[in-house]
């Protein structure tokens, strides 16, 4: 090799040696998001699976909400971000202010009445061999709404499935969902490029083509919210919780497109 390119091979052995943390390699995740709306003037009160609840009432960009039971007694107000997946789906993420190292995100369908709600937490303390930033689940119900269709819960559907997401001109990644608790990614472009790993993650089906995908991260203390849809659109909207450089919690807007690249089907043993 040429002092050229041993030391364009250095280099690039450095980045991947280097791991980026979750505020380097977030930043412009959110490029081909899905575009903000405003819920000012409307209301959401929902019943979760264990008989708590949790309501809404938005502003322009702040929400007043209440909660009880699960997410813990609660009656505040914080900042939201909704999105409008489809004409009668949305995604709404409350990045707490009023509660440190946490977020409640809601996912819901007007058609069918029926909705899945998210909270991410970052532990006080990282705990060696554990994902730091942990997540609880509940389908729920709109109260007044007549629920149809089947409850929202954890789904067996994107395991062999293997996609490319494109958040922004600098971000593309792969994942590859190998069973109902983990997926592997890996960064083709971007400050992560060379980084993969296999990480805990959760799939929960909303409603036909729409798919709840969170994933929990052992290396950087970081965990994420999606709302996949793989229906005409292929479009995906999320979030991140997690510990950035300077070692606060930080809250992170991402989304973009996706690109399948085909599905493996097992032909016995079927993975967990």
Same mark, same amino acid.
């Given at each position: ?32 998001? $899905?575009? /903000? ?8 009160? $929902?019943? $979760? ?14 929400? =007043? ?19 409008? &997946?489809?004409?009668? #789906? !949305? !995604?709404? /993420? ?9 977020? #409640? ?18 532990? *006080?303390? =990282? ?11 509940? *389908? ?17 559907? $994107?395991? @062999? ?14 994942? &590859? ?12 472009? @971007? ?17 036909? @083509? ?7 991260? !052992?290396?950087?203390? #970081? ?16 979030? !991140? ?20 690249? @085909? ?10």
């Amino acid at each position: 090799m040429t002092e050229a390119e041993i030391a364009e091979f250095t280099e690039e052995r450095r980045g991947v040696d280097e791991w980026a943390t979750y505020d380097e390699f977030a930043a412009g995740i959110d490029t081909y998001r $899905l575009p /903000n709306v405003s819920l000012e003037g409307r209301e959401l009160s $929902l019943t $979760l699976d264990d008989g708590s609840s949790l309501s809404l009432a938005f502003g322009s960009d702040t929400a =007043r909400w209440s909660a009880s039971g699960t997410i813990a007694e609660a009656d505040a107000t914080d900042p939201y971000d909704a999105v409008q &997946v489809r004409k009668d #789906v !949305f !995604f709404l /993420n409350l990045p707490l202010e009023s509660r440190d190292r946490e977020a #409640v995100t809601v996912v819901w369908s007007e058609r069918t009445g029926r909705a899945i709600v998210t909270h991410s937490h970052i532990d *006080a303390e =990282r705990v060696e061999g554990e994902p730091q930033v942990k997540q609880d689940f509940h *389908a729920a119900t709109i109260d007044g709404a007549d629920a149809i269709g089947d409850e929202p819960g954890e789904s067996r559907d $994107l395991i @062999g499935m293997r996609n490319l997401y494109r958040y922004s001109p600098e971000h593309l990644y792969e994942h &590859v969902y190998m069973s109902t608790e983990r997926y592997a990614w890996q960064n083709l472009q @971007g400050v992560q490029r060379g980084h993969g790993d296999m990480d805990l993650s959760t799939v929960w089906k909303l409603d036909d @083509g729409l798919y709840l995908f969170c994933f929990r991260e !052992f290396r950087i203390s #970081v965990a994420s919210v999606w709302l996949h849809d793989l229906g005409y659109n292929l479009m995906t909207t999320g979030i !991140f919780l997690g510990i950035n450089g300077d070692g606060e919690s930080e809250h992170s807007r991402a989304g973009g497109h996706i690109y399948p690249l @085909g599905t493996v089907k097992y032909p016995d043993a079927q993975p967990v």
